[in-house]
């Protein structure tokens, strides 16, 4: 197996009496598009700064393309870009100036070429030259990607880049940043809007009190766990209570829960012979959001 883009061993972090990670192992395999989920305060940001350098973990070892993030700074930096959850900026660059800074930091000169091309892709050309205070959240945010990729690093990690994004924008980023993975580059994501997480990422880790409680391939979690639903408003609602359905407590909805289509048929047939009387009915396929909920439920 080749080199894995990221390996984290055993690594925790306290803050006080706060176990903020409680022994993470993760490897996440090159060119891979990869989400980190869970609850507020679950670990996530803690987990991406130590990736980072930026927090040093009481115990473990964590890697970004073979190279220690502790011992080997340097190269693991340099291997990896991080688009950071805050804005925090110096009102007083411009865009332009504030990308050739951040590739100096990286030793890189003459880098105009690719600023040129970053900002292009992510809608910024326009602003190159603007000041940073005179931008909207929304730019400000795509600026923390574009600084994130001028040294080209092979893994990028986004920390919730979408919050704070209107819908047009934020499907230009992921577009942006699917374009970055077909490219080869390895994907770590962190977001709090599932759906998001569903279409775009091919394994998922979820993290709660800083334990990883369920980790697998985004098919096999929704498998896994969630199930498909039919709802169904009924002239007697008792007949499909009595054939195990479960009242949801919203205008009058009864829900059944099963493994695949092929159910739904004998079931409408119980129901009509109930004579529970069809009003209106919905199916519902499985989703991320059931299935983070159940997961953190049972963990
Ligand atoms: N510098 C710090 N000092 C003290 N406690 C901290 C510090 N940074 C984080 N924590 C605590 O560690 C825990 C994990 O925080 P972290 O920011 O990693 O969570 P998160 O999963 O990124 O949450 P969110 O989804 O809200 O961004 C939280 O309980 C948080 O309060």
Same mark, same amino acid.
């Given at each position: 197996?080749?080199?894995?883009?990221?390996?984290?061993?055993?690594?925790?972090?306290?803050?006080?009496?706060?176990?903020?990670?409680?022994?993470?192992?993760?490897?996440?395999?090159?060119?891979?598009?990869?989400?980190?989920?869970?609850?507020?305060?679950?670990?996530?940001?803690?987990?991406?700064?130590?990736?980072?350098?930026?927090?040093?973990?009481?115990?473990?070892?964590?890697?970004?393309?073979?190279?220690?993030?502790?011992?080997?700074?340097? !190269?693991?930096?340099? !291997?990896?870009?991080?688009?950071?959850?805050?804005?925090?900026?110096?009102?007083?660059?411009?865009?332009?100036?504030?990308?050739?800074?951040?590739?100096?930091?990286?030793?890189?000169?003459?880098?105009?070429?690719?600023?040129?091309?970053?900002?292009?892709?992510?809608?910024?050309?326009?602003?190159?030259?603007?000041?940073?205070?005179?931008?909207?959240?929304?730019?400000?945010?795509?600026?923390?990607?574009?600084?994130?990729?001028?040294?080209?690093?092979?893994?990028?990690?986004?920390?919730?880049?979408?919050?704070?994004?209107?819908?047009?924008?934020?499907?230009?980023?992921?577009?942006?940043?699917?374009?970055?993975?077909?490219?080869?580059?390895?994907?770590?994501?962190?977001?709090?809007?599932?759906?998001?997480?569903?279409?775009?990422?091919?394994?998922?880790?979820?993290?709660?009190?800083?334990?990883?409680?369920?980790?697998?391939?985004?098919? !096999?979690?929704?498998?896994?766990?969630?199930?498909?639903?039919?709802?169904?408003?009924?002239?007697?609602?008792?007949?499909?209570?009595?054939?195990?359905?479960?009242?949801?407590?919203?205008?009058?909805?009864?829900?059944?829960?099963?493994?695949?289509?092929?159910?739904?048929?004998?079931?409408?047939?119980?129901?009509?012979?109930?004579?529970?009387?069809?009003?209106?009915?919905?199916?519902?396929?499985?989703?991320?959001?059931?299935?983070?909920?159940?997961?953190?439920?049972?963990?």
């Amino acid at each position: 197996m080749s080199m894995p883009a990221i390996r984290i061993c055993g690594v925790t972090k306290r803050y006080g009496v706060l176990q903020a990670l409680g022994g993470v192992d993760l490897e996440i395999g090159q060119g891979e598009f990869f989400g980190l989920l869970g609850p507020n305060g679950a670990g996530k940001t803690t987990l991406i700064s130590s990736l980072a350098g930026i927090v040093r973990p009481d115990g473990g070892t964590l890697e970004v393309m073979g190279h220690d993030v502790v011992g080997d700074y340097r !190269n693991a930096r340099r !291997n990896l870009g991080v688009v950071p959850q805050e804005l925090v900026f110096d009102p007083f660059f411009s865009v332009r100036e504030l990308l050739r800074i951040q590739s100096g930091y990286f030793g890189i000169r003459n880098n105009d070429d690719w600023i040129d091309e970053i900002l292009a892709s992510l809608d910024l050309a326009g602003k190159a030259e603007a000041n940073m205070r005179a931008l909207s959240g929304g730019m400000k945010r795509r600026v923390l990607v574009a600084q994130a990729l001028v040294h080209r690093p092979p893994v990028i990690v986004l920390d919730e880049p979408t919050a704070g994004v209107d819908v047009e924008l934020r499907q230009g980023l992921w577009q942006f940043i699917r374009k970055l993975n077909r490219d080869g580059h390895t994907i770590v994501l962190t977001t709090h809007y599932l759906e998001e997480a569903e279409t775009l990422c091919g394994r998922i880790a979820m993290l709660k009190g800083g334990r990883i409680v369920a980790l697998d391939t985004t098919g !096999n979690l929704l498998r896994r766990f969630a199930t498909h639903s039919l709802q169904v408003r009924l002239q007697r609602p008792a007949a499909g209570i009595a054939l195990g359905g479960t009242a949801t407590g919203e205008g009058g909805w009864i829900e059944f829960a099963f493994d695949s289509y092929g159910d739904v048929e004998p079931l409408l047939v119980h129901l009509r012979e109930a004579g529970a009387g069809l009003i209106e009915m919905q199916l519902g396929a499985p989703d991320l959001e059931r299935v983070f909920v159940e997961v953190m439920h049972r963990a």
